[in-house]
């Protein structure tokens, strides 16, 4: 891996890695609690800013049927 390239994970990676549904990551993302670029269709989330969202811990809290 080159300096300054940051790995980035699509809605699926961070879904399937954090247990939750891709619509419950595309809401996080929605209302700002988890960054992300939109990239065509979809969105790329840094590995910095997964990081980041976890150590907020703001994820707790969220399901599915709230969403």
Known sequence: MRMGLEKLHSVKEVAEAWGY???VIRQLIKVGQLKAVKVGKGYRIK???VKAC???AVV???HDEEV
Do not use: A, N, P, T
């Open 60 to 62: 707790d809290g969220v």
């Open 47 to 49: 590995d910095s800013d």
């Open 21 to 23: 549904s891709e619509k």
């Open 54 to 56: 976890l150590e907020l």
